[in-house]
């Protein structure tokens, strides 16, 4: 993973370092620690300027320095996986391996061609010095950040970044839309000293019927945030980029009914085990998790073997036991999602190489202790110790890391139940289950050194509570169990797996559910197709900035291109059956399969979101709505705080 940046003026009275923020210099550094360069393309003679900016994580053979150059003068900024569709050896750097790739593009279909044919997350930019073009753009899911910022007229400057900082007023930043890949021709656009961008959209198929009204469609949506002076304009040759997953199957039995009142059976089943292991004695039924098994194994395979390891080096000197730190960790609330990846991971990380489990909380206010003692609760969960005195919480010995439980939130609960089962299936392995615990005034330190940055420019409540979740749970920095003590603890992986795309495929959302009751099978089709569509916006971008922060790179399985493609594959009703009880019938292939490779109270935990989870939500204003704009991701002088 890296942090890439580009800045592009025409005919500026300003020095090009001018437009650089020497704040986003700091945050693409932190996105990339093990390489920093820049490099400066001046055509004097066409008065335009470029500044490109690469800082690299190292996760795949050779550290490469960032930018690449060749010989005819072409630059190349990459920060991605490639995970399948272009060949990478395994001592092979995927940054490398694309460029010359790209160095072999004679036309427009060439570069369309290569990046339709890439499996993984990325985004790029690419200088094309001899036609005098910019090309950049992210993957098909928006799996990897990138913002772009345009100045005013009078300056003709714009910039490219991964990571920005939170501005108030002036140019605002913006994500790239996901839209498909941009192109500027600069010759041209310094010619006319007004920049225009080319747009060539992602496409289930290039010669589908009604491809103009898309196109137009894709044109009107991505313009409607430009300034007015950026002009956008589809590809003269209408060229596309083939979508890398099938369309979504929306297919209804007639059999189910368009009305979800009239087609549930007579049959009351419980929130059980029993219930699944019932589905699953189904052959057909069971054949078919099987297959969904196999295809999500496959994706987090790569993404835990896709790694530079320490026995990888000349030496090839392998740790002690004692020694071997994680190089994998899973975000870890001992829900469905999480203890599925969390399993499949250990089929394929070495044995001997432990897995961090990073599971966060927040503390818990003294209102929702006092209403937590009334709660009843469910034999799936341990009863919520929440009698301690506030004071007792402020006085965590970041020393001993006595535990506290003021922060024994609903997911350090099911997460260690969720250890439990872990350990059943697979004793031998070393699981980290890492208790990351933040306090009020933490939140509100680190909300506004950095983490407002990495959200922005997205800015709602809901926005803040997830992102600073995954903030302090992708850090790593907590305690762990040593012999029944805990210690302090700060995850050394790379790789952080996320679940993120279950529940957007699998109407794991409560919503999902109120969707159905109105429209049925077919609206609840529709939102789903919509969730998937809409993810790069609401979810990806934000959160690879926020992990990207650590130095660690974040993977999503269930983002797999194969994966989303089998799930497209499959009508509703295979995946998912809202009749059924919450516990069972959202995500139920994902239930069915975590049973049927040995898990057993996770199968039917209820989905709890991360800000629910970890008590983040409703923590500093019970008043608010998740739409809302959070005025705390607003920048405040330090007397304010």
Not at 234 to 249: D, G, H, Q
Not at 312 to 323: A, G, H, I, L
Not at 468 to 474: D, I, K
Not at 578 to 602: C, D, N, V
Request: hydrophobic share 40%; proline share 4%; glycine share 6%.
């Amino acid at each position: 993973m890296c942090g890439i940046c580009c800045v592009v003026t025409l005919c500026s009275q300003h020095a090009i370092h001018d437009f650089f923020n020497k704040d986003i210099l700091c945050r693409l550094r932190r996105r990339g620690p093990d390489s920093s360069q820049q490099l400066i393309k001046t055509v004097s003679d066409l008065s335009y300027e470029c500044l490109f900016s690469g800082h690299v994580l190292h996760l795949r053979g050779l550290v490469t320095p960032q930018p690449l150059e060749d010989a005819n003068n072409n630059i190349f900024l990459w920060n991605g996986e490639i995970f399948n569709g272009v060949h990478v050896g395994d001592l092979e750097n995927d940054t490398e391996v694309m460029f010359h790739h790209l160095a072999l593009c004679s036309s427009e279909a060439d570069v369309l061609s290569l990046f339709s044919s890439l499996r993984g997350p990325w985004s790029f930019i690419y200088y094309q010095a001899s036609r005098h073009s910019l090309w950049f753009g992210r993957d098909y899911f928006g799996r990897r950040s990138l913002l772009w910022q345009f100045s005013n007229e009078v300056d003709s400057a714009f910039c490219l970044t991964s990571v920005s900082v939170y501005s108030e007023s002036g140019n605002q930043w913006q994500e790239v839309p996901a839209s498909g890949i941009f192109k500027i021709d600069l010759k041209a656009c310094a010619t006319t000293k007004s920049l225009s961008l080319t747009l060539f959209p992602w496409k289930y198929s290039c010669t589908e019927k009604g491809a103009e009204e898309i196109f137009l469609n894709v044109l009107d949506q991505v313009s409607k945030d430009l300034p007015n002076h950026i002009h956008l304009v589809m590809n003269e040759s209408k060229l596309c980029l083939r979508a890398p997953v099938i369309p979504l199957n929306k297919t209804i039995s007639e059999a189910l009914g368009e009305c979800p009142g009239t087609n549930t059976s007579n049959i009351i089943h419980a929130v059980s085990v029993e219930t699944l292991q019932g589905f699953l004695a189904e052959e057909p039924k069971k054949k078919l998790v099987c297959q969904f098994i196999d295809v999500l194994n496959e994706a987090v395979k790569r993404r835990v073997l896709s790694l530079f390891r320490d026995e990888d080096q000349k030496t090839r000197e392998v740790p002690s036991m004692s020694n071997r730190k994680a190089h994998v960790a899973v975000l870890f609330s001992g829900g469905i999602d999480s203890m599925v990846i969390a399993a499949l991971a250990d089929k394929h990380v070495p044995l001997e190489e432990p897995i961090d489990l990073l599971n966060v909380a927040f503390m818990i206010k003294e209102q929702a202790k006092q209403k937590g003692t009334a709660k009843k609760h469910t034999n799936q969960e341990v009863q919520l110790d929440l009698l301690c005195p506030q004071e007792s919480c402020q006085d965590l010995d970041a020393k001993t890391g006595a535990h506290l439980s003021c922060f024994d939130v609903p997911d350090r609960i099911t997460g260690r139940a969720g250890l439990k089962e872990l350990e059943a299936i697979s004793p031998s392995r070393t699981w980290n289950f890492v208790e990351i615990n933040v306090t009020l005034e933490e939140l509100k330190k680190l909300r506004q050194q950095c983490i407002n940055h990495l959200i922005y420019p997205l800015d709602t409540v809901l926005d803040d509570s997830i992102g600073c979740a995954l903030w302090f749970a992708s850090r790593g920095e907590g305690f762990i169990s040593n012999q029944g003590e805990l210690k302090p603890y700060k995850s050394p992986a790379k790789v952080v797996l996320t679940g993120i795309g279950a529940d957007e495929q699998l109407a794991g959302y409560s919503r999902h559910r109120v969707c159905f009751k109105k429209y049925g099978l077919e609206g609840l089709n529709k939102e789903l197709e919509v969730d998937l569509d809409r993810i790069s916006s609401r979810n990806l971008g934000r959160d690879d900035r926020i992990i990207g922060d650590h130095g660690k790179e974040a993977r999503f399985p269930f983002l797999d291109e194969d994966v989303v493609s089998f799930l497209n594959s499959l009508p509703i009703s295979e995946k998912a059956d809202l009749t059924l009880p919450r516990g069972i019938g959202e995500k139920l292939i994902l239930r069915l399969a975590a049973k049927e490779f040995g898990l057993t109270a996770s199968t039917i935990l209820p989905k709890r979101a991360v800000q629910f989870g970890s008590r983040i939500a409703k923590l500093e204003s019970n008043s608010e709505k998740a739409s809302d704009t959070c005025s705390r991701l607003k920048l405040f002088s330090v007397d304010e705080l």
